[in-house]
């Protein structure tokens, strides 16, 4: 998509708002379980939860005072290919639909199960739409990290 510097509402920004649609649906959904879940899956949840805010913090601390809630790369960053980033391209991303993918289990009710269905295609189309403005920032070294890392769940054993 193309996008005029300075605009507001670009194709980013309403991914951005449709991804913090889909977070109040899953985490905020004002109202009552609709059914009891075992506990051995609410433990599993809560660790999913507890994971996902380690995988945050490390790829937002990676980040520094380059993270950004749209996906335009900040002016004068450094592409970050160490750290969390030699696991997978997206880690936050990746936290937020782990920590989700545990609160909408947990929620035990259909909407913010479906708000994580949502949230995972705004996430991938973000992604994509980062990619694009990465590739046309970094050039040939965003495509050789792109080659080597996965995009949001690392390789089992590093094989490809």
């Known amino acids: 998509m193309s996008q005029r510097p300075g ?15 889909c977070l109040f649906v899953v985490w ?4 009552a379980p609709l059914w009891e879940l075992p506990t051995f899956v609410m433990l599993l949840c809560r660790m999913l939860i507890a994971l996902a805010v380690v ?8 980040l520094g005072r380059h993270l950004r809630v749209h996906p335009r790369p900040a002016e004068r960053a450094e592409l970050r290919t160490d750290g969390v980033y030699r696991f997978v391209r997206h880690p936050i991303y990746a936290a937020v639909l782990i920590g989700s993918t545990g609160e909408a289990v947990l929620a035990a009710r259909p909407e913010p199960l479906v708000g994580l269905i949502v949230l995972s295609i705004v996430l991938h189309l973000k992604a994509d ?3 694009g403005l990465l590739r046309a920032t970094y050039g040939e070294a965003y495509d050789l990290y ?4 996965p995009r ?9």
């Open 129 to 131: 739409y980062e990619e």
């Open 146 to 149: 792109a080659s080597r890392v």
């Open 28 to 31: 905020f959904w004002p109202a």
């Open 55 to 62: 995988i945050g913090v490390f790829g937002a601390v990676a």
């Open 7 to 21: 605009r507001w509402l670009d194709w980013g920004t309403w991914l951005v708002l449709a991804q913090a649609v």
């Open 152 to 160: 949001l769940l690392p390789r089992p054993f590093g094989g490809r």
